[in-house]
């Protein structure tokens, strides 16, 4: 991996010591930064109606065979009256808005202020984006005001997302709305080495594999969610 010199520049700086007040003066503040961030989400975020959250890699090409299936899962979605939610970043994350726009549907894009992403993809509808310094908060936000997750293929970013719902469902934290993995190839070597190590060393339970599910196809993908909601007489076009 080359090293540029504004890397090393931000890394000299990060690194520069500071004095136990520096410290505590930055964290003080950076209070109200969080805050600040909670409070637009939720109030943004309270009128867009239900939505499902579609996660995966940003480095998705546009001719991927993943950012093509993301695409369709959020058309098909939109025709059950969602709307769909993403990082608003590229790859999955666009495939995601786009197919919520293709298919007239709202499109939520929760971005991350990131020098090599300066802006959310061209699908997110305009009073729909959301920018973000806090990692933690906008994943917050994320699984509060998502009723389905979709887990395309990617990277540390989107197993953090995957794991975050799964912990809040485990510890009934969250309602257990469906979350399903796409792409049997990838994810396989995953459901495998949590069956080899968690389940053998008792970190966890057969039945935490009943929360979520593993397919290939948009077909299986909607209708999990299709069959969650009419399982539990539920109408997500509130």
């Given at each position: 991996m080359q090293i540029t010199k504004r890397d090393e520049e931000i890394i000299r700086k990060s690194f520069q010591p500071k004095t136990w007040n520096d410290v505590k003066t930055h964290d003080s503040w950076s209070v109200f930064k969080?805050?600040?961030?909670?409070?637009?989400?939720?109030?943004?975020?309270?009128?867009?109606?239900?939505?499902v959250a579609i996660f995966g890699s940003a480095r998705t090409k546009p001719d991927d065979p993943y950012y093509i299936l993301a695409t369709e899962i959020a058309e098909e979605l939109t025709k059950l009256g969602f709307g769909i939610i993403t990082g608003g970043g590229p790859g999955i994350m666009e495939a995601g808005n786009k197919g919520a726009h293709q298919g007239k549907a709202t499109s939520v894009?929760?971005?991350?202020r990131l020098p090599f992403e300066p802006h959310g993809?061209?699908?997110?509808?305009?009073?729909k984006e959301i920018a973000f310094d806090y990692f933690f908060a906008r994943k917050t936000?994320?699984?509060?005001y998502a009723q389905g997750y979709i887990a395309m293929p990617g990277g540390f970013g989107t197993l953090d997302e995957l794991f975050e719902a799964l912990t809040l469902i485990q510890t009934d934290k969250m309602v257990?709305?469906?979350?399903?993995?796409?792409?049997?190839e990838y994810w396989n070597g995953l459901i495998q080495w949590m069956r080899d190590r968690l389940i053998s060393h008792q970190m966890i339970s057969e039945k935490d594999?009943?929360?979520?599910?593993?397919?290939?196809?948009?077909?299986?993908?909607?209708?999990?969610?299709?069959?969650?909601?009419?399982?539990?007489?539920?109408?997500?076009?509130?």
């Amino acid at each position: 991996m080359q090293i540029t010199k504004r890397d090393e520049e931000i890394i000299r700086k990060s690194f520069q010591p500071k004095t136990w007040n520096d410290v505590k003066t930055h964290d003080s503040w950076s209070v109200f930064k969080i805050m600040s961030e909670f409070v637009e989400g939720m109030d943004r975020l309270s009128n867009i109606g239900p939505c499902v959250a579609i996660f995966g890699s940003a480095r998705t090409k546009p001719d991927d065979p993943y950012y093509i299936l993301a695409t369709e899962i959020a058309e098909e979605l939109t025709k059950l009256g969602f709307g769909i939610i993403t990082g608003g970043g590229p790859g999955i994350m666009e495939a995601g808005n786009k197919g919520a726009h293709q298919g007239k549907a709202t499109s939520v894009g929760l971005t991350i202020r990131l020098p090599f992403e300066p802006h959310g993809n061209q699908y997110i509808d305009p009073d729909k984006e959301i920018a973000f310094d806090y990692f933690f908060a906008r994943k917050t936000l994320f699984m509060r005001y998502a009723q389905g997750y979709i887990a395309m293929p990617g990277g540390f970013g989107t197993l953090d997302e995957l794991f975050e719902a799964l912990t809040l469902i485990q510890t009934d934290k969250m309602v257990s709305f469906p979350v399903v993995l796409v792409g049997k190839e990838y994810w396989n070597g995953l459901i495998q080495w949590m069956r080899d190590r968690l389940i053998s060393h008792q970190m966890i339970s057969e039945k935490d594999f009943e929360m979520f599910h593993l397919v290939d196809t948009k077909e299986e993908a909607v209708a999990i969610i299709k069959d969650f909601y009419e399982r539990y007489a539920i109408k997500p076009n509130f």
